[in-house]
């Protein structure tokens, strides 16, 4: 049996129209929308057919209904500019990673949400209070996705079809998801983390986190968050040059860009001193780029499941097979971690009960 919620995720997913996936699949636009609209069943033949063109198994098309994600409850950053296809993919990926965050949840007892909400605080203030209250100070952040990962946040990758988005951040059943792309540099990626706790911090779940003015909320948010006032003061960046800036740069790992505009906003870079400092910038190749930036930060929690999940005699296939989708599709949401197939007769799902998966404390 077709569950028409399924077909309709799996076909977004992929960035299909109805009438694109009636050609691929033979078929007329019209029992693709029956099939849609659960008015229609496909035959046992069809059904085999959609699946293999939609990379999902038969098994996932005939699962439980599904929920689509809310577009309003997504921090997508310039909504207006995506076409609905572009939305639709984005939104039907990011509920099949949320798949396998069940299936993960089914088997791991992971940290709770302490994700705290703080709609109506300026950004600069509500920054301070998360800090205080995850016991931060002023100190650098030293890897901020296990930082997240230890206070909730499930954190995901987007895959290469959405990699234009950046990042992206919402609430599912009260639980904190953030998913970032594999592209950026190393500072940047850290910054898109600490923009997403921004909407998640400020907006919550009651409030749309893709109006203009939230972008710049979540921004200030990330500045301050991962360059404090205090520790920016500090270190005495008063009319900082650009070589001043590219060794400061290193101590909160954060990119060259974003400091100087950090310098700015505390009023120790003049109005001049600022545009100066990044035109410079620019011509070393640090307005698109990161020259000779940090590694990549990735996902500590996932790997520890992996890991765990390897020791127990399962491989990323039959992970990906209790699931419905193809390895590959598990991988592009997992940041690629490298996943070795492990031999044994321990069958999907044997795991009895809830192992308790303990992350390291938050490098700092």
């Known amino acids: 049996m077709l569950t028409p919620s399924r077909l309709v995720i799996a076909r977004k997913r992929r960035g299909l129209t109805l009438t694109r996936l009636a050609e691929l699949a033979g078929l007329s636009t019209r029992s693709i929308s029956l099939y849609e609209n659960g008015h229609q069943t496909p035959s046992e033949e069809t059904l085999l057919l959609l699946a293999e ?33 572009e939305r639709d993919r984005a939104l039907s990926s990011g509920r099949i990673a949320l798949l396998i965050s069940d ?31 995850w016991g931060l100070g002023e100190r650098p952040i030293g890897n901020i996705l296990h930082l997240l990962e230890a206070h909730g946040a ?72 991962l360059m404090p006032r205090a520790s920016v003061l500090a270190h005495g960046l008063n009319d900082a040059t650009v070589d001043r800036i590219l060794t400061a740069k290193q101590t909160w790992k954060v990119a060259a ?51 765990s999940v390897r020791d127990e005699g399962e491989s990323p296939a039959t992970i990906a097979a209790a699931i419905g989708i193809t390895p590959d599709e598990l991988q592009a949401h997992v940041f690629g971690l490298t996943l070795t197939a492990v031999s044994g007769d321990r069958q999907p799902g044997s795991r009895a009960g809830k192992g308790e998966l303990r992350l390291l404390p938050p490098v700092r």
């Open 53 to 85: 063109i939609l990379g999902v198994s038969p098994a996932f098309l005939g699962a439980a209904d599904l929920d689509e994600i809310p577009p309003d409850a997504v921090s997508f950053r310039a909504l207006s500019k995506m076409t609905a296809r």
């Open 257 to 307: 860009m974003a400091l100087t505009h950090r310098l700015h906003e505390l009023d120790l870079l003049t109005e001049w001193g600022y545009r100066t400092a990044c035109v410079q910038l620019s011509r070393l190749g640090y307005r698109r780029s990161e020259p000779e930036g940090i590694p990549r930060e990735s996902s500590q929690l996932l790997a520890k499941v992996f890991r």
């Open 154 to 225: 499930r954190i995901y990758s987007l895959t290469v079809e959405n990699n234009d988005l950046d990042a992206l951040s919402f609430y599912w059943h009260w639980q904190p998801y953030i998913f970032l792309s594999t592209t950026k540099s190393g500072e940047r990626g850290r910054f898109d983390a600490a923009h997403e706790l921004g909407h998640l911090v400020l907006h919550g779940e009651h409030e749309v986190p893709h109006r203009p003015s939230a972008e710049v909320e979540a921004n200030r948010f990330a500045a301050a968050f």
């Open 103 to 133: 299936w993960i949840d089914a088997r791991f007892e992971l940290p709770a949400a302490q994700i705290p909400t703080l709609s109506g605080y300026h950004p600069e203030s509500a920054a301070e209070v998360v800090r205080a209250r």
